[in-house]
Each structure stands twice: as C-alpha cells, then as structure tokens.
C-alpha cells in the first residue's frame, strides 16, 4: 500500500507492516519508533482512531491531520508488474538516450529533488497514433546500450527519468515507480507501462514495495 499524506509532500507505504515515509521536500525516507509506527499502521490499514499524543508527535514529524478518514480516502495501491519488456534486437537513437540520461543527471546535480519530481509530474505525452509496443522496446534496447558508457550504479532514478521522457515524446504515458526494500534498506526507481516494467527486469523491481508512482 502505497499513499500521500494530506497536506504534505510526505508520500508513505506499509512494507511488512513498518511503515516507511518518502519526504520529497527534504529527500529523504524515515521510518517511525516502534510504538508510533504500530499506531500508523492500524490508523491506515483498519481505520483505527489515534491517540492524541501519538497525534502529536506525527505533526512533529511533518505528518499533519492523521485522522483514518484522511487516509482511507488517499490509499492508492499502486498495481506492481506481472512481466517485463521483452528485449529488442534493435535499439532507437541510443545517442539521444545517452544525452537524456545525461541531461536529467546534471538536473539532479543542480535541482533539488522536489523541483525535478514537480517538473516531471506535469510532462504530458505528446499524441501518436497507436504507439506500438514494440518502438518502446526499442528504447529500452536503446538505453541498454547507452548504459554501458552512462554507467549502472546509482543511476536508477535519472535512467528512469530520461526513460519517461523520451517515452512521452514517442506519445507512451508510462507511470514512474520509486520503491523500496528493507532490511537492510534500499531504494529503487522503474519505469512501468501498466503491468510491464518498461526499462528494467520484473526480478529486480519485485524486491521493492511502491512508494511513490505518477
């Protein structure tokens, strides 16, 4: 379950029933002591009322109005993938593709994270008759390729980034996907054409629980 908090950029999810919060404004995740985190949880999964003091100490934390209703009226399960892309033995502009990556890198050198997602929140397809499956292959094939010299580590998010944009431009409207894992903790970003990952492999994204997707 993943959701967004009202009146906040926090976005949260309940990943083996510790809940997890992604603070856009401060680019951040945290998780919550012991005791609050169990009164998160009942509040957003069975609707429970919440104590006044542990109330409080969420509103400390930037996490306002936890009341059941507020949250009951924003869980937005975000549906994970049930295959992936199938592999193309021909890639589009691989030269582009490197130079997209690139771009959205130095974006996230000199942009605060919640300038770049606010920015690529209102990027809108441009129109296309049909968008074949196959012209996404091909640039997932592309980007494949452009990785060999952009590098793989660390570079989910402006990978996956540069992917949405490029995709849009080709008049796909795919859902960026940021997820996470615990234990030990780790975050992940992907690129889903509704229940396909786009520019990744199912194995991979499977390990993570959705915490943000738009």
């Not at 059941?68 to 033995?89: G, Q, W």
């Not at 996230?108 to 209102?122: G, I, S, T």
Request: glycine share 4%; hydrophobic share 45%.
């Amino acid at each position: 379950m993943l959701g967004e908090l009202p009146t906040t950029g926090i976005s949260y999810c309940v990943c083996d029933d510790r809940a997890v919060f992604l603070d856009v404004e401060r680019d951040r995740y945290f998780c919550l002591p012991s005791q609050l985190n169990q009164a998160f949880v009942r509040t957003v999964i069975d609707g429970d009322a919440m104590a006044s003091a542990d109330a409080e100490r969420l509103r400390a934390l930037g996490i306002e109005d936890p009341a059941p209703r507020d949250f009951a009226a924003r869980r937005n399960t975000h549906a994970m993938p049930t295959k992936e892309m199938a592999l193309s033995d021909k890639a589009s502009s691989v030269l582009r593709a490197g130079a997209t990556h690139w771009l959205v890198q130095s974006r996230l050198k000199r942009w605060p994270f919640a300038r770049l997602l606010a920015y690529e929140q209102r990027r809108a397809p441009r129109r296309s008759h049909n968008p074949s499956t196959q012209t996404l292959a091909k640039l997932h094939a592309a980007f494949r390729r452009a990785s060999l010299w952009m590098g793989e580590a660390d570079q989910c998010l402006a990978r996956s980034i540069a992917f949405r944009m490029l995709a849009f431009r080709l008049g796909f409207a795919p859902t960026l996907v940021l997820g996470i894992k615990l234990d030990p903790f780790a975050a992940h970003c992907w690129v889903q054409s509704e229940d396909c990952v786009a520019n990744d492999s199912l194995e991979r994204v499977r390990c993570f629980t959705p915490i943000l997707a738009f």
